[in-house]
Structure formats: C-alpha cells, structure tokens
C-alpha cells in the first residue's frame, strides 16, 4: 500500500510514506482483505477508512481530538472519531460532549451527531484503530493501525504551527503523551462516556479552551456550532 492509493489530504502523503510502504500496513491490508472474504462485515467502508485524513490535511490542523476505535453498529461509523452518519442515533459520548458544549459556548445540542463541518476546519477527529467488526467492539486492535495512528500524531506533534490537542480518557492521554507542550495545548479530561462524565468531564470547557489558545497565537478559531442539518 502506498499514500498515492489511497485518497488523503496532500500534505499527509510525505510525512506518513513511511508507514504505508511498511511491512505492517501491508499485514494490515491482509488481514482486512482476509476478514471481508470470510463475510465479515467491517466499519467504517473501505473509502472512509483514512476520512479524517482526508477532510483534514496536515497542513490546516488546528484541533486533535482522539478517539480509540470507530462504532460497531449498524450505519454509524464513517471515518471520523464520536460522529456517526445522518439519520443516526446520537451516541450517548456524543451527547456528553454536545452538553459540555452548550455549558461552555451557550451552543444548543445539534439533533445529529455527524461532525465533518468540525472536521473540514481544522480539527482532525481521529480514531487510534480505523476498523472495527460489526457487532465486535475493538476487534480490530493490535493489528498495526495503533502504529500508523502514532505516526499521525508525531506528525501533527512536528508541525510549527501551534495545535490543540483534546484527550478525553486515560487512553487517548496515554497515547499523545509525547506531544511537546511547549508548543501545543494539551487539554486532558475523563472521557465523555456516559461511565466516567460525572468524573471530571463536565465543566472542563474545552472548546472555549482551544478557541483561546488558537486566537493568542494568531489562527482563526473553530466555529463549534454544527449546522441545523447534516451533510
């Protein structure tokens, strides 16, 4: 597999070359080739696989948000961390985030939980793992993705433009914890999850945190107030 056959934002292709000529992302390859004739049934579709990467180039980053791996149900994921397709129920991590949302920026929920508007500003909505069984949550860990998705990160990490990045949960912090804060803004909380939101979540106004952040050192703001509609 090589960056020219898959379809992500230009500036991606020299920094992550490296990973998609290496022997694991040629593994990984395999292995999903392998899943898909024995009719197993993977998430996101093949052509949204590397979605974030392609909504949001490396070059344009403002915002990281990390997820771990993409939903296992019917219909939902599509390539982007916490957001699901339109007509979709809002999962209830969606719902947390959308309530901190309103609590710091005074902007009401969306009645749909599709994020590419966010996504094609600057805020990479990536996921640790691109693939999932359906019906088999983290099914798809430790097959190499983990790798690549470091590598997008160090990526992100060695940008001279100052980023944001939000790690909700221990995995997420865990798996950026090499970002130099120095030069970025680390935002860390528990993470959205209807389990742990009560923990320490609610209250850490992150979007109004990042705004801040970009503005000081001289880049545009994200507009967080999704449109009425999806698409």
């Known amino acids: 597999m090589a960056a020219t056959d898959v379809k992500i934002g230009e500036s991606w292709k020299a920094p992550l070359a490296a990973e998609f000529s290496s022997p694991y992302m040629a593994e990984l390859k395999n292995f999903l080739l392998e899943q898909k004739q024995e009719g197993r049934r993977i998430f996101p579709k093949g052509a949204e696989y590397f979605r974030a990467l392609d909504l949001t180039p490396l070059d344009e980053v403002r915002v990281v948000i990390l997820g ?4 296992h149900g019917e219909g939902q994921a599509h390539g982007l961390c916490f957001s699901v397709q339109a007509g979709v129920r809002i999962p209830p991590s969606l719902v947390n985030i959308y309530k901190e949302l309103e609590s710091d920026l005074g902007i009401a929920p969306a009645r749909h939980g599709f994020l590419e508007y966010w996504a094609r500003q600057g805020v990479l909505l990536l996921n640790s793992v691109l693939t999932v069984e359906m019906g088999r949550a983290a099914s798809h860990q430790g097959r ?3 790798r690549f998705t470091d ?8 940008q001279d433009k100052p980023v944001v990045f939000i790690l909700w949960g221990s995995y997420a912090q865990k798996k950026a914890a090499f970002v130099d804060r120095s030069r970025h803004l680390v935002l860390r909380s528990p993470h959205p999850s209807p389990l742990s939101a009560h923990n320490g979540f609610f209250g850490t106004r992150p979007f109004s945190q990042a705004n801040e952040f970009l503005e000081k050192h001289g880049r545009t ?3 967080w ?7």
């Not at 590598?151 to 060695?158: D, K, M, Q």
Request: hydrophobic share 40%; no cysteine; charged share 20%.
């Open 68 to 71: 771990q791996d993409p939903y």
């Open 225 to 231: 107030q999704l449109p009425a509609t999806a698409g």
């Open 144 to 146: 190499g993705w983990e």
């Open 151 to 158: 590598a997008v990160i160090r990526a992100v990490n060695e």
């Open 221 to 223: 703001p994200i507009d």
